[in-house]
């Protein structure tokens, strides 16, 4: 399997600042891309060039040693072996559940045995056997997303783009549909990549992350170093449940924060008047799970504490006027002061 590798990929619509400007990324081979970032950050319109039905206006797209698209030439759709699953799964109404799996197949001729093998094979790994002969409005959303999957993997596509294909589902059964997805990329063993709002749908199926914002690619990593180690605030901000303080803290201190060089910051913070002299304030991403409840702590003022389910969210206060995120196992009264340590921070 080759590899997919946008190299200074830019597309300007001609109207202000590039939808996407300047990415350069080589996806892992088979791997699972998630492509994350805020609305109009450009994230579908990279999904699009890749596909080839938008043409870049400047670098290009490679897979392997095919050169797929550039300013100058762009190979059709049908060209790319690559399969599209869209939010609004795009099914045709009047064929069944069957026909609509196995239409990609029509159209590049494969019929009778051959076509029956390849559509049950499908059918199977998206669990829908049974509904084979029924029509797309009497299936609910998820098996709906499901036939649109079994489609895309009917022909055994090298790459396989999903565009916020669980956008429309409710969160039963986006959960549901993660481990469709994981099973689909693990059985197919396409190359996918999966544009989306969220996060935490992202960490949880992705073998690495893609954070962009304004057009532009910010970083490129696994959920797990994406998470410990962002690349700055926005990913910070995106990435994750968080706080970002801002701390004075020596010059060129380490990025990678203990509760020592944290305490000593967060007495400066909230002393006012305090001399900072040798310090700059820099942006400090916390963990909820970093704050720890503990004797030796710093005092903080819990301003809420919201009952999650499996735990308790509590927003803190301190002095100086910053805020702070927490989990708790146990209920803690609004306006309480209590001593909380921080195990470690990120310098971004
Ligand atoms: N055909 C087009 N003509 C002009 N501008 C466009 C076109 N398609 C997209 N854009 C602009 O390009 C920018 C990026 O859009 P894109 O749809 O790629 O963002 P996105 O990150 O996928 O957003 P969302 O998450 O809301 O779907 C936006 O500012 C959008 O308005």
Redesign the pocket.
């Known amino acids: 399997m080759a590899q997919l590798i946008l190299n200074h990929l830019t ?1 300007d ?3 202000g ?1 590039a ?2 400007s300047d990415v350069s990324l080589a996806v892992r081979k088979q791997g699972f891309l998630a492509l994350l ?12 060039m890749i596909a080839g039905f ?1 043409q870049p206006t400047d670098g290009s797209i490679h897979f392997g040693e095919r050169r797929l698209a550039d300013a100058g030439r762009a190979l059709p759709p049908e060209k790319r072996n690559m399969a599209m699953v869209f939010q609004s799964y795009a099914l045709w109404p009047h064929m069944t559940v069957a026909e609509n799996v196995g239409y990609p197949l029509k159209v590049r001729g494969i019929s009778g045995e051959a076509w029956r093998t390849r559509v049950g094979e499908a059918l199977a790994l998206v669990k829908l056997t049974d509904f084979a002969e029924r029509r797309p409005a009497a299936l609910s959303g998820g098996q709906r997303q499901r036939v649109a999957l079994a489609r895309c993997l009917v022909t055994s596509p090298d790459v396989v783009l999903l ?2 294909p669980l956008a429309n589902l409710d969160q039963h059964l986006r959960k549901a549909m993660e481990e469709t997805f994981r099973a689909f990329h693990e059985r197919s063993g396409a190359t996918m990549i999966y ?1 989306t ?1 969220d996060q935490a749908e992202a960490m949880a199926l992705a073998t690495d992350v893609a954070v ?1 914002s304004e ?1 532009r690619l910010l970083q490129v990593a696994s959920p797990a170093e994406i998470y410990a180690r962002p690349a700055g605030c926005v990913v910070g901000g995106l990435i994750g449940r968080g706080s970002i303080l801002g701390l004075p803290l020596p010059e060129g201190a380490e990025r990678q924060l203990g509760w020592p060089a944290l305490r000593q910051a967060l007495d400066l913070a909230r002393r006012k008047g305090a001399s900072i002299e040798g310090r700059v304030l820099a942006d400090v991403l916390i963990r909820p799970e970093q704050v720890h409840r503990g004797a030796d702590g710093i005092t903080m003022r819990v301003s809420s504490c919201v009952f999650e389910g499996e735990r308790f969210a509590l927003d803190l206060s301190f002095p100086g006027g910053q805020r702070l995120k927490a989990y708790s196992s146990v209920a803690i009264g609004a306006g309480a002061e209590v001593p909380f340590i921080i195990s470690g921070g990120w310098r971004l």
């Not at 970032?37 to 699009?48: D, E, N, Q």
């Open positions: 597309k619509f001609g109207s600042r939808a996407v970032g805020p609305s109009g950050c450009g994230k579908t319109t990279v999904l699009r938008e565009d916020e544009v709002h962009m057009g």
